[in-house]
Nanobody
Framework: QVQLVESGGGLVQAGGSLRLSCEVSGLTFSRYTMGWFRQAPGKEREFVATIIWVGSITRYANSVKGRFTVSRDNAKNTSYLQMNSLKPEDTAVYYC?????????????WGQGTQVTVSS
């Protein structure tokens, strides 16, 4: 059974930092692309960042580029999203996802989400 469990969310003031973790079990983590998404109240889910399993290539949404960093530790089956210089508009539920493809259209597996709230 595949499980993705996010942690690290919380309440932070604008300008602060948080690091989200996504621990994965039930699949060969090193062979899966990891994606991070978020959904704010009343809005559609949007892409945040991805780290491809081949070469650990990363890609970011323009809204977070230069502030967020996605990484992975294959020995710990965990992906991380380091979020710096947080803004109130970053407030959302953050989800991690996994897919075998190097360029997923739809990710196969999803976590349950973790709330990030940035106060002004």
């Amino acid at each position: 059974q595949v499980q993705l469990v996010e942690s690290g969310g919380g309440l932070v003031q604008a300008g602060g930092s948080l690091r989200l973790s996504c621990e994965v079990s039930g699949l060969t983590f090193s062979r899966y692309t990891m994606g991070w998404f978020r959904q704010a109240p009343g809005k559609e889910r949007e892409f945040v960042a991805t780290i491809i399993w081949v070469g650990s290539i990363t890609r970011y949404a323009n809204s977070v580029k230069g502030r967020f960093t996605v990484s992975r530790d294959n020995a710990k089956n965990t992906s991380y999203l380091q979020m710096n210089s947080l803004k109130p508009e970053d407030t959302a539920v953050y989800y991690c996802a996994a897919d075998r493809s190097a360029s997923p259209g739809e990710y196969a597996y999803w976590g349950q989400g973790t709330q990030v709230t940035v106060s002004s």
